[in-house]
């Protein structure tokens, strides 16, 4: 290039362009951002729920739950567990496994028992899960 000619000027076309992909690439940047500031970094919080209607059907009871992932992370292999005491004594266990539980997730399920649990007490807690 010689002193005398100069770089050629961009067109209107160009500087459209030009403007729409830097406000998008403006856009991901805060996206990422804001993402990034405000993930949880906290473990998976899990809580299990019994739900009330216990439905009896030839001569089994059917013990709807809920279980809920109010933390950070994902859980994977969840494990909820159920005891059923009657007169004080476990009578029926049960055991259910939700292979995955994102944070904000929640899953149903039910634990079937042949005796009513109307008449002990019935305990529902996670027992364990792992992380992704």
Same mark, same amino acid.
């Given at each position: 290039m010689t002193q005398t000619e100069q770089p050629p =000027?961009?067109?209107?076309? *160009?500087? !459209?362009?030009?403007? /729409? #992909?830097?406000f998008i690439l403006a856009i991901i /940047? @805060?996206? /990422?951002?804001?993402?990034?500031?405000?993930? =949880?970094?906290?473990?998976? !919080?899990?809580?299990?729920? =019994?739900? *009330?209607? $216990?439905?009896?059907? &030839?001569?089994?009871?059917?013990v709807p739950f809920e279980v809920v992932n @109010?933390?950070? &992370?994902?859980?994977? @292999? /969840?494990? $909820?567990? #159920? *005891?059923?005491m009657i007169d004080g004594k476990v009578t029926e266990t049960g055991e259910q496994q939700i292979d995955f539980l994102s @944070?904000? *997730?929640s899953e149903e399920g039910a634990f079937i028992f042949t005796q009513n649990p109307r008449q002990g007490q019935l305990n529902l807690r996670v027992g364990s899960y792992k992380l992704p």
């Open positions: =000027k961009r067109s209107i076309a *160009e500087w !459209i362009t030009f403007s /729409v #992909a830097s /940047v @805060s996206l /990422v951002g804001y993402t990034w500031l405000n993930e =949880k970094n906290q473990p998976p !919080i899990l809580s299990v729920t =019994k739900k *009330e209607t $216990i439905r009896e059907i &030839d001569g089994q009871f059917y @109010s933390g950070g &992370d994902t859980a994977e @292999s /969840v494990q $909820i567990m #159920a *005891e059923l @944070s904000g *997730e």
